[in-house]
């Protein structure tokens, strides 16, 4: 599979390098994600900056979930568990 990169702009996607697809080939564009956290380049390697990041992290509320919250998060893992079934009895031959 060939990656090509761009930029989405006034709903067209320019992409930054020329690609050798036919007209018409059909595409998947999916948005960068941003990076979360930290870069494993930015952890810290001293003391002082470990003891800063724990005490950072010490500051987070804990996340409370709604009985709703809950019931979605559980209806989206079984979907995710049939999919993931279902694409396993295909690779494997079985029927649904």
């Known amino acids: 599979m060939k990656v090509a990169h761009g930029i989405y702009e006034n709903g067209r996607v320019d992409l ?22 930290l870069n494993e380049a930015d952890w810290p390697d001293t003391p002082e900056g470990l003891a800063e990041l724990v005490r950072r992290m010490t500051e987070f509320e804990p996340v409370e979930f709604t009985p709703e919250d809950e019931a979605e998060i559980a209806k989206a893992r079984e979907e995710v568990r049939r999919v993931t079934l279902d694409a396993v009895r295909k690779q494997i031959g079985l029927p649904k």
């Open 16 to 37: 930054n390098d020329s690609v050798d697809w036919p007209n018409g080939a059909k595409v998947i564009v999916v948005k960068d994600r941003q990076v979360i956290g």
